[in-house]
């Protein structure tokens, strides 16, 4: 649930908590009247579409030999610590093999009425989707050391992920980047929730599973229900969803022995498997596993002290540049529009949030012009903003009377978010913010009081 809003603020502009009930409501959807199957493999299928990094990586034309290096010969930074490296492994490892999948696939089983014949599928499903969710995974970082390293960029918002995509593929690959991050959200917090109530219904002996109708399992759709509410109510308090997926996955590490464990056991049960117990080789296997598991599991709560959590990382977190070309020196404040500027957040002297950025206007030659040698650079005369959601996926610019200006003189400064020198209310881009507040918000008993 604290990922599925980003891409929708991605897409549309539209503040990432307006989202959050909508995303509520459409997973609850989902859930109450979409079949096990079909819900499983359409958000699947869909998020194949996150391949597109991999597209992005080949098109960004990459020093293949430098990449490879930093793969195969990695080295900590003198600005961090070995520790932190550690840390963020752990953190991966957990990302990678979350508990409650083991209570979603293996409910899901049940839920599809899996058979002995099954088993093949379901080995090939892990053959197959374990490796290229890691060739994925690899991608992803690889677009982010080509583009955002270089730039200094540190990653805090899912739209600076999207940058090396839209600079590698354009709209097009923006677009389908979004369907798949928006599919693989999606799934997620399907999962997460049929987790939590596969997981209650099934240690209180309730009746569960999507092939009953609600009603012949209300207990386990009501704790459903419950758990989403309680994961929109901790996200509308405004905490920061990343921290919260952070922190989430490193406990995932932590509680995976509990997990796996039990599994293993069952595993080598003639009574539960019959004729398809463990064999020798592969317990020797899963003891090696269950090892690393353990030292993941005891390393993780100390690491996070150690390292505060990860700490504050350098810009140029998890890899070394010396053996990347380094980006040429400018000769003034030089912006590049996607990495600096678009889709950035705007605050305003108070620290208000006012609008995201959807377009620049520039002085200079007009677009699609030779320009002449010698000419001067073009200079930023306004930020942008404005519905532009459509032109985003078919092309396109609205016309510029959609658009509303906010001048570059305001600006006080341009970092992770981009600062204006003045209040939001002397803003044209805060209009719909006022007018909320003068006659809607501001006329219900209690809207303009503090909060007790």
């Given at each position: 649930m604290a990922a599925l809003p980003?891409?929708?603020?991605?897409?549309?502009?539209?503040?990432?908590?307006?989202?959050?009930?909508?995303?509520?409501?459409?997973v609850w959807l989902v859930i109450w009247r979409v079949k096990f199957?079909?819900?499983?493999?359409?958000?699947?299928?869909?998020?194949?579409?996150?391949?597109?990094?991999?597209?992005?990586?080949?098109?960004?034309?990459?020093?293949?030999?430098?990449?490879?290096?930093?793969?195969?010969?990695?080295?900590?930074?003198?600005?961090?610590?070995?520790?932190?490296?550690?840390?963020?492994?752990?953190?991966?490892?957990?990302?990678?093999?979350?508990?409650?999948?083991?209570?979603?696939?293996?409910?899901?089983a049940?839920?599809?009425?899996?058979?002995?014949?099954?088993?093949?599928?379901?080995?090939?499903?892990?053959?197959?989707?374990?490796?290229?969710?890691?060739?994925?995974?690899?991608?992803?970082?690889?677009?982010?050391?080509?583009?955002?390293?270089?730039?200094?960029?540190?990653?805090?918002t899912l739209s600076q992920v999207a940058l090396p995509v839209a600079q590698a593929g354009g709209q097009i690959a923006l677009a389908v980047l979004i369907v798949g991050i928006v599919a693989a959200t999606f799934g997620a917090a399907l999962e997460t929730t049929l987790s939590s109530g596969y997981t209650l219904a099934q240690y209180f002996g309730w009746s569960w599973g999507k092939f009953r109708r609600p009603a012949q399992a209300a207990r386990f759709h009501m704790s459903m229900i419950v758990v989403l509410l309680a994961g929109v109510a901790v996200l509308m308090t405004g905490v920061d969803p990343i921290l919260v997926t952070e922190y989430s996955v490193v406990f995932s590490a932590i509680a995976l022995p509990l997990t796996y464990l039990p599994i293993l056991i069952v595993a080598n049960d003639p009574q539960y498997m019959g004729e398809h117990v463990n064999k020798r080789p592969v317990n020797i296997a899963g003891m090696v596993y269950l090892v690393i598991i353990l030292v993941a599991s005891i390393a993780a709560i100390p690491l996070m002290i150690?390292?505060?959590?990860?700490?504050?990382?350098?810009?140029?977190?998890?890899?070394?540049?010396?053996?990347?070309?380094?980006?040429?020196?400018?000769?003034?404040?030089?912006?590049?529009?996607?990495?600096?500027?678009?889709?950035?957040?705007?605050?305003?002297?108070?620290?208000?949030?006012?609008?995201?950025?959807?377009?620049?206007?520039?002085?200079?030659?007009?677009?699609d012009q030779p320009i002449p040698p010698g000419t001067d650079p073009p200079l930023i005369t306004a930020l942008l903003t404005g519905p532009v959601l459509g032109t985003r996926i078919f092309g396109g610019r609205p016309p510029s009377s959609r658009l509303i200006r906010i001048p570059w003189d305001v600006v006080s400064g341009v970092g992770t978010v981009i600062s204006v020198g003045v209040r939001s209310d002397s803003l044209d881009a805060s209009w719909v913010e006022r007018w909320l507040r003068n006659h809607v918000i501001g006329r219900i008993p209690g809207g303009r009081h503090d909060p007790d």
């Open positions: 980003w891409p929708l603020q991605l897409a549309s502009g539209v503040a990432y908590l307006l989202w959050v009930p909508l995303a509520l409501l459409a199957k079909i819900m499983e493999n359409v958000t699947g299928l869909v998020g194949l579409s996150l391949v597109v990094f991999a597209v992005a990586l080949f098109l960004l034309k990459p020093d293949w030999g430098a990449l490879a290096s930093q793969v195969f010969t990695p080295s900590v930074s003198h600005e961090e610590k070995a520790g932190t490296y550690w840390y963020y492994a752990i953190a991966l490892f957990g990302a990678a093999m979350t508990p409650y999948e083991v209570f979603f696939f293996s409910s899901g049940v839920e599809e009425k899996w058979k002995v014949k099954d088993l093949a599928q379901s080995r090939l499903n892990v053959l197959l989707g374990f490796p290229l969710g890691g060739f994925l995974s690899l991608a992803i970082a690889g677009c982010a050391a080509v583009v955002l390293l270089p730039a200094g960029i540190s990653v805090t150690a390292t505060g959590a990860g700490g504050v990382m350098a810009k140029n977190r998890g890899l070394d540049t010396s053996r990347l070309k380094p980006p040429p020196v400018p000769a003034g404040l030089v912006l590049d529009a996607q990495l600096h500027l678009l889709d950035r957040q705007v605050l305003d002297v108070d620290d208000v949030p006012v609008t995201t950025v959807d377009d620049i206007e520039l002085s200079g030659p007009e677009p």
